[in-house]
């Protein structure tokens, strides 16, 4: 008996297992995909179970959880934003999404990302921002004013990064500080 306990343990010692956690898609909790209330006061840099946005800029007053699941693909974001209307050029705002999308491998996959807002359709360019290779196009009227930036993190694991334009200075502060 003692043979076969030493020879599991000698086992366990000598076979990988698999690291889950650390390809995982950080994923939303079943509450969370139900609830998407407002906060007030914004959360903070740990907002997103799984992802640290490093870099967060202060002075916002509201945020709110973005999270959807449908054929096969995961969305979990957080807004934050300001107390000013939406069309106010000087409004800020900043969501930071990540998509759990398994066929995702590439930056150029990204033009086919499966949501149904904060696709890559608006002539996106590849760059290098904040250290990353990322795509990045101009937000359009669905995004809003400002700057989209997405990248693929690993596979089956994409993020994207929309900055209002009072934020678009900082974007790749806030690229360089995404972690997962």
């Not at 930056?107 to 904040?130: C, H, I, S």
Request: aromatic letters at 4%; proline letters at 7%.
């Amino acid at each position: 008996m003692r043979t076969i306990i030493a020879l599991a343990a000698l086992t366990a010692a000598l076979v990988p297992v698999p690291a889950q956690a650390a390809t995982a898609c950080p994923a939303p909790t079943r509450a969370e995909l139900k609830g998407t209330d407002t906060d007030e006061p914004a959360k903070g840099a740990k907002a997103l179970r799984g992802v640290r946005v490093r870099h967060l800029p202060k002075g916002f007053s509201h945020g709110t959880l973005t999270a959807a699941k449908r054929g096969g693909v995961t969305e979990y974001g957080y807004l934050w934003s300001d107390d000013r209307d939406t069309v106010d050029p000087a409004h800020r705002s900043l969501w930071v999404r990540v998509v759990c999308w398994p066929e995702a491998s590439s930056l150029a996959q990204l033009g086919k990302l499966p949501v149904d807002v904060g696709a890559f359709t608006g002539g996106p360019k590849a760059v290098r921002l904040g250290g990353r290779q990322v795509l990045r196009q101009e937000g359009d009227g669905a995004l809003g004013h400002g700057r989209y930036v997405g990248w693929v993190e690993r596979k089956g694991v994409v993020v994207t990064v929309m900055a209002s334009r009072p934020l678009v200075p900082e974007l790749a502060d806030l690229v360089r500080g995404i972690r997962l």
